[in-house]
């Protein structure tokens, strides 16, 4: 690699840029120790939590502001002047609030995935053509109706985008709440590489990141493409 031949060749700083046969022995050495592996899973598991709080709240008020203008018209308002604030910012106010354990991480991500999945939700509904829903009424659809069988499918392509970008905040928003608040998990991990100057235990964190951040797009669009056939048809 062109990284690897640079450190040899002293043209980059091995103090800042370890070699990367350096990083790959690092990262064996924690998946065999198990570290890596505990602070992987500590990591996951706070993420698909406050991934499930932020967003289910966030599908269900964005398909009801969505629907109803007035409720939309209430609402909008505050979420156009909360969804601008660093949700980061946030993290000394909700560990205040919610003390230094593992609801400050999982409310610190779902605040962010909130935002995204509501936006992109209430957008998804308002974009539907009015005469599905003047059909529907025409039919004496109920309430529920107007939930499950015309917001949400014809939301779902938007729905989708809001997720996506809301798990990608979720990765952001871990990295941060562990490196500030926690003694565990991955921002941990590369928050003590930095701390300790041990740069290859930093750069195994970014890389596993990293990978996550891949490995959940993938799924995601794979989930899609099953839950959304009509979208890439």
């Known amino acids: 690699m062109l990284w690897e031949m640079l450190v040899r060749l002293k043209l980059l700083d091995a103090r800042f840029f370890p070699p990367p046969s350096g990083i790959v022995g690092t990262f064996v050495d924690l998946l065999v120790s198990g570290e890596l592996l505990q602070a992987l899973l500590i990591s996951l598991s706070r993420i698909f939590i406050g991934f499930v709080v932020g967003a289910v709240p966030g599908l269900l008020i964005g398909l009801t502001m ?18 601008p604030i660093p949700k980061i910012a946030l993290l000394p106010l909700i560990m205040i609030l919610f003390g230094i354990g593992e609801w400050s991480k999982y409310i610190t991500i779902a605040i962010g995935v909130f935002f995204l999945v509501l936006i992109n939700t209430v957008a998804g509904v308002v974009n539907i053509d009015r005469i599905y829903l003047d059909v529907a009424r025409n039919f ?13 499918p014809g939301a779902l392509p938007l729905i989708f985008t809001g997720i996506k970008l809301g798990m990608g905040m979720a990765l952001l928003l871990i990295v941060a709440a562990e490196m500030i608040g926690a003694k565990s998990g991955i921002g941990y991990m590369i928050w003590t590489g930095y701390d300790t100057f041990y740069l290859e235990k930093m750069y195994v964190g970014l890389v596993i990141m990293s990978f996550l951040g891949y490995v959940f797009t993938l799924v995601l669009d794979e989930l ?7 979208k890439h048809s």
């Open 66 to 83: 969505g629907l109803f203008p007035l409720v939309r018209a209430a609402l909008e308002p505050m979420v156009a002047a909360l969804y």
């Open 140 to 152: 004496g659809a109920s309430r529920k109706d107007f939930y499950t069988t015309i917001a949400l």
């Open 224 to 230: 899609e493409r099953w839950i959304i056939p009509w």
